[in-house]
């Protein structure tokens, strides 16, 4: 058996529990998983088209794309530049407006989420987290991925653990959990609980012989396989190995780079574990931060833009979104700022090395 059975369902739930989350979901990518959830949360009528959904200025393009493909209006909400998140005072600013906020966890960091979490509930705003980058942070006791309704996490080459390909989507909210699985499969039930499908087709009075083949809600086939489900087996119990590798190299370069008059510091106290996804700096200037990139390349290591930089500078966005605020912070990320790699399995001397070109010029 190589399509999704009995591998993957095993991970979903051993991820759900080390997350502390009571469902997981388990698709073939982290823009996948974007995607079904947006979806899930529009076929329970939780969202609908039409409605403003804000998005982290810095972000991926497949967490914006889901809402314009079906039909929502994304505003991208600046960063505070020494968090390189979205914070309670840039999400003040346009949060009357919305009706839902789509938050990516940039790098493992966080600003005040748990403002940013009463802010949603008190003014009836739909929370929802990306936490690809973010797998192993905590803030206030708990997880990044678990202050929002859901979160979607990307198992991708170069992610905290890898399956290759892969998404998971998390949640404690069991109709938003069925409604995940209908929307990852094709719109069918046939990997609901027995109970839940027992409940539907009793709903829409669907017999034995058409059971298989009913089809109640929008859906896709962003189905894994047992492949990925068993490399993520296998690469789970390395999750707290891999964190507190991120973590410390992480705290060694930082110690470093607060020194360095060049960088803008970031400011990080308010987490309990940084579980890094890469190392952003942001220089002062772009002349600084001209400077800064070629000494890196010069070193033959990799740097690229702070995820994509500011999003509403990509060609899509400008495209099929108007009205784009300007996000200041996020425009100086874009232009003074590029990150390199935080692997747990870095060497001792590549940490060396990232030391020294981050000590200045």
């Known amino acids: 058996m190589f399509s999704m059975s009995a591998e993957c369902k095993k991970f979903e739930n051993s991820f759900a529990e080390k997350q502390s989350r009571k469902y997981a979901v388990f698709v073939n990518s982290g823009s996948s998983a974007n995607l079904i959830l947006i979806q899930a949360l529009l076929n329970l009528g939780k969202l609908k088209k039409g409605d403003k959904v804000g998005v982290s200025a ?15 209006v994304p505003v991208a909400i600046d960063c505070e530049i020494n968090t390189l998140n979205v914070s309670p ?13 789509f938050l990516t966890n940039v790098l493992g960091f966080s600003d005040n989420i748990s403002a940013i979490k009463k802010m949603c509930a008190d003014s009836s705003v739909l929370f929802i987290e990306d936490n690809c980058e973010a797998l192993g942070s905590v803030v206030d006791g708990a997880l990044l991925g678990n202050f929002g309704l859901a979160s979607t996490f990307s198992f991708f ?33 046939r990997n609901l609980p027995e109970a839940e499908q027992k409940r539907i087709r009793g709903n829409s009075h669907i017999d034995s012989f058409y059971s298989l083949y009913t089809f109640y809600d929008l859906g ?15 690469q789970l119990p390395y999750w707290d190995e891999v964190v507190t590798a991120r973590e410390n190299n992480f705290k060694t370069l930082q110690k470093t780079i607060l020194n360095n008059e060049d960088i803008i510091p970031l ?51 400008k495209k099929y979104v108007y009205n ?38």
Request: charged content about 20%; proline content about 4%.
């Open 58 to 72: 810095i972000t991926w393009s497949t967490n914006v794309m889901p809402l314009i493909q079906l039909g929502l």
């Open 89 to 101: 005072k840039t999400l003040e600013k346009e949060l009357h407006n919305l009706q839902g906020l």
């Open 157 to 189: 080459l170069g992610h905290h653990l890898s399956t290759l390909e892969g998404g998971m989507v998390v949640t404690d909210d069991e109709t938003l959990y069925h409604a995940l699985i209908i929307a990852r499969a094709h719109g069918w039930d």
């Open 220 to 234: 896709y086939n962003v189905r894994p396989s047992e492949i990925n489900g068993f490399l993520g087996n296998a």
């Open 267 to 317: 400011k990080l106290e308010h987490m309990d574990v940084i579980s890094n996804f890469a190392v952003p700096i942001i220089c002062k200037n772009e002349e600084i931060a001209s400077e800064y990139r070629e000494k890196f390349r010069s070193e033959g290591v990799e740097i690229r833009p702070i995820i994509a930089g500011n999003i509403t500078n990509q060609p899509f966005y």
């Open 324 to 361: 784009v605020p300007v996000c200041v912070n996020a425009n100086l990320a874009h232009s003074c700022g590029f990150y390199f790699g935080n692997n747990s399995e870095l060497t001792s001397e590549e940490i060396s090395l990232l030391n020294k070109l981050v000590s200045g010029i």
